[in-house]
Every structure is written in structure tokens, then in C-alpha cells.
């Protein structure tokens, strides 16, 4: 069975840019999160949506994060306009509900933002 | 935010010898998980716990689920060197539904 699957894997660009980030959970699994990992804060959980709605979002840090997902099998991460203290590893996890724990996470995505 | 405190930060141990970790928190937590995550990839799924004194194995790891709720350890035995990476506890907090509180994190290095 696939995993979560994201992409870019890597995505390199320059301040100012917007970046758009991609995933789709595991079939069937209707709880998506967005994480953001660096080495000073570890894992810090961004937006999560039960069911394509956002739930709680108190973790984006900015208006220049927005996060949407129009179906059950996608969803996006956009940042516009990037910065250089946006880069990290942004990962998508699913669960199978919302009252279900076990997050299975996607690889990844390293962003670099020069 | 809500924080957990893994220790030791890191561990660097011997081939066949056995680890323990531990996670502790200042709050109560309903479920605990343990993750591993290798250098590039995202955290797989270790263990799940959802009741306070549970004792669950998956091969040579096992985790338990503290009395007071507001700690929990994983223990592996016989390590070998693919044990390698960083470990990480997740709680989940009553009353925040999905959301997962993760620990910061284990880094085990296994020599020869």
C-alpha cells in the first residue's frame, strides 16, 4: 500500500518567491497535518483538517503560510512571499480519524529558502 | 507550548547492547507513541499506547505507558546497527483531539 506521498522532495528558491508544497495522505485516512521540522524548535504541527476542513490552524505562523485541501486525497502547502527563515522539512501525515493517533508520515519535503 | 523531554539526548552504545529512553511531561497524557526517523526520511510508527501501565512489544522494542500518565519509556534490546536515528515520544493530550505533542527527540548512534 503507498504511503504519504509529497513533493517536491527538495525545492530550492529565492526570498520573495512563493512556494507550494504537495501531499496525498494514505487512502481512507481522513485526518491530514502539516508539520514543520528544524533543528531549534524539532516538530512543530502547523494546520491539521479532518474530512478536507481545517480543524486548527493556531500553529501557521503567518499570513504567509495558507493551507488548503480540496479533496480527500490532496492537499497544499503555499508560502508566498518565502523567506529565508522559512527553510525547513515540511512533512504531511494522515491518520485514519479523528479520534484515531497513529499518524503515518510522508518523506518530506526539504525547502531552502536563499 | 507543551513541551516533552526525552532523555537522554543522545546515546552512543555498542552493538548488542541494550537502550532505554525515557519521556516525561508535566501534563497528563491519553495516548503515547514512539517514532523513529532516519537522516532524509519522515517518522515511521513505532508503538502506540493508550492505557496508563501498558506494556507493548513490537520485535526487540518496548514501550510502556507510565502509571502516572505523564511519562512513558521504550526499551530495545540487542541493538544492532540499523537501530540507529532519532527517537521520538508523542503524547496526545485530553480534550485536543487529534493533536500530537512530540518530545525532542533521542539521537541513538550504534558502533561495531
Known amino acids: 500500500d503507498a504511503g504519504v506521498i509529497q513533493s517536491p522532495r527538495h525545492e530550492v528558491t529565492e526570498m520573495g518567491q512563493e512556494v507550494t508544497l504537495r501531499c496525498k495522505p494514505i487512502s481512507g485516512h481522513n485526518s491530514l497535518f502539516w508539520y514543520r521540522q528544524t533543528m531549534m524548535r524539532g516538530l512543530e504541527l502547523l494546520i491539521y483538517?479532518?474530512?478536507?476542513?481545517?480543524?486548527?490552524d493556531s500553529g501557521m505562523p503567518e499570513d504567509r503560510f495558507s493551507a488548503k485541501m480540496p479533496n480527500a486525497s490532496f492537499s497544499t502547502l503555499k508560502i508566498q512571499p518565502s523567506e529565508p527563515r522559512d527553510s525547513a522539512v515540511y512533512f504531511c501525515?494522515?491518520?485514519?480519524?479523528?479520534?484515531?493517533?497513529?499518524?503515518?508520515f510522508g518523506p518530506g519535503t526539504r525547502l531552502t529558502v536563499t | 507550548g507543551q513541551q516533552l523531554n526525552q532523555s537522554p539526548q543522545s546515546m552512543f552504545i555498542q552493538e548488542g547492547e541494550d537502550v532505554s529512553m525515557n519521556c516525561t511531561s508535566s501534563s497528563i497524557f491519553n495516548t503515547w507513541l514512539w517514532y523513529k526517523q532516519e537522516p532524509g526520511e519522515g517518522p515511521v510508527l513505532l508503538i502506540a499506547l493508550y492505557k496508563a501501565g501498558e506494556l507493548t512489544s513490537n520485535g526487540r522494542l518496548t514501550a510502556q505507558f507510565g502509571i502516572t500518565r505523564k511519562d512513558s519509556f521504550l526499551n530495545i534490546s540487542a541493538s544492532i546497527p540499523s537501530d540507529v536515528g532519532i527517537y521520538f515520544c508523542a503524547g496526545q493530550l485530553g480534550g485536543t483531539a487529534s493533536k500530537l505533542t512530540f518530545g525532542t527527540g533521542t539521537r541513538l548512534q550504534v558502533t561495531l
Open positions: 501525515a494522515s491518520s485514519l480519524s479523528s479520534n484515531s493517533y497513529e499518524q503515518y
Open positions: 483538517f479532518n474530512n478536507n476542513v481545517p480543524i486548527d
